[in-house]
């Protein structure tokens, strides 16, 4: 029966051609591209000089880059918990028997994530001020004291990885909400029923039952979730800079940097192929884990 | 009825584009060049609000436009941090505009890329060239070739604006000359919940062109930095400028003079501080100035009428320019090498800049701004002026000594490895040695 509706081979490579082509030149023709700027120096302009592996040998010396893949480790860390877990656990309270209006909490919970990240930055530069929101509502609850000179400066001091983090949680957490949520309504209700039956309570519907049968949905958000924050740079942008100094700097941000501010186009390539191949490492890396760690409890 | 109130209104607007190019005139030579020219610029309408040097530039460029109709003036504004990124990415593809601005220190690695062309005669046969203040070519000249008509105002990069009222409370008439009277005083000020001195490097090239510019002028003179730029001998690591670091870290870490979150609200936030009074000074640019005292001017006339100015207070163990603050233009109007191939569109291009720096422009900068171009615009009627351009004015051209802004020269990827380090350095997180050797090591491997 499906071979019947299902269209010829040339049809469906007519269909695919369009976005196969656009795919090819925005996507992996920069890509080669880059790659071939890697090696070269090149400061802009039409005079490019072929220096072998010189950008190569200078990245695996550069503390700043390393610094900054370090900082997208933590986004990473950061975001898998606060993104995707606060996203379950949020989603385990909203599809409970008890939770009234769901789609309500669906449509506000995603409505961050429609934000753009420019306002979002904005947004929390405002509430990270020093006599800024966050500051003036911990003064009301008497939490910090004296003028708003002596207040803490989130941006400022060593928590700033947490601080540009913070935003970024807040911002995807309804985007995997909506994942989540589409993923377990697809989940039979008969299960939960007989678990209840069986005297289950809450959390263990959601360790022993939902997250086993999800495991696949939670390894695409794990994907997304970490090719999302090894290439962070708008919020950051906006935020910090990077700064101060180097204290928020992430792979992308100093790519950016490098070419543009510095106008350094053929190590700033360098850079996004690092990105590009850290970034597959890492997602490899996590899903070979998730992959081995489950074994034995799908066994 | 409504057909003489559409009279009217079609008469007002007439006059007012009347007056509008009339306030303005270029010179309409004849150009044989029928087509398009590019142009891209930083002088957005927001931007020339209040900005003298904005204001000008769109207000010669749109009567150069309408002096020559036969030309397609293609025009790309966008603002100025946007600029900076778009004209590197398009410099990078070898696509620049026919016209547009150059930054000083982008001057040698685009001339050696031949993405400018060499303006060296063309300026000496400008029938300005007599009225040129040839001072402000340097940071667009190199190895004896200049590649840019330096444009918009000269304005200085480092002012001291404060509050006089404020100061006078706490036992100033003036502004301090020295940072330990400034220390002094953050006394009375901290217990008051004000902060002494507002300032913001959020952005990371603040402190450098708003502070250790002339600061570091201070402690150097300006040979060191002359040196540096014709790569004659002077390093960032010298001792004077290992001295200079090691005071902007000890004013801005050490004491409480600064607001302590200085390193990560950018300018325009710090002079929000000054303005709305939880600051009694601020230091920033001629930009800033421009902004404070037209902002207070509209909104609290007593506060407008107390700004004074001030150059930074001198440091205990700095020996050079006690009054110098840096000054200069940053930017000059450069065109495309590519456009040189039609003898017309290059006649265009050249005319086009010649008039965006010359009488028009400055005329136009000095009778409403009490500003200054590249070309003199002769004595300049102060008296029609407020109170507090008229000392701004004084401040800047006449009372002071000048000194060269540091990132209109060398190149940005040792500002850029500089300022980041600078920030850095202001947080905790390095030292004046070494931000020094980072900056000499950046020097070396990219100048």
Redesign the interface.
Known sequence: MLNSIRPNKRTILLYLFVPVLIFVFTVFYPLCRAVIYSFFE??????MTFNGLANYRMLFADKVFWQAFWHNIYLVVVCIIGQMGLAFILVMFANSRLTHAKAIHRTFGFFPSTISAVCIGMIWNIIY???GLLNTVLNRLGLITG????WP?W??TGNVMLAVSIPLVWQYIGYYMVIMFSAIAGIDSEIFESAEIDGANGFQKAVKITLPLIKNTILVCLTLCIAGNMKAFDNIYVM????????SMVMAMYGY?T???????GYGSTISVAIFVLSLAVIGGSQWLVKRTTKGVEA | MKKLACFLLCLVMLCTCISAFAATDVAANDLAYKGTLSVMHFSTSEESEGNGGSDGFRTVIAAWNAAHPEIELNENVIANAEYKTKIAALAAANDLPDVFLLQGMNTIAWSEQGLVLDLTDIIAQSPYYADYNTAYFTPFTTQGKTYGYPVLTGGTCTVVIYDKAMWKEAGYDAFPTTWEEVEKASEYFNAQGIVTVAFGNGGQWQMNSDFVSTLGNRYTGPEWFASLIAKEGAAFTDEAFVACLKETKRLFCDTKIFNSNFNTVTNEDAREYYIAGQAAAFIGGNWDESYIAATLKDADAEKWANIGFAVLPQPADATKAPTSQNIGLGYAVAINPKIAEDADKLAAAIDLAQELTGPAFSSYVAENYALGGLTAAGEVDLSKFDQITQDFYNWSYVDTETCEIYDSYINSAVWGVFNQDLQAMLNGDKTAEEVAQNAQAAYEANY
């Open positions: 090149w400061k802009g302009g039409p005079n001020l020093q006599d003028n708003w000179m002596s400066n941006l400022g910090t800079q990077g700064g101060p100094g180097t204290a940097n070419s543009f501010r510095d106008s350094n186009l």
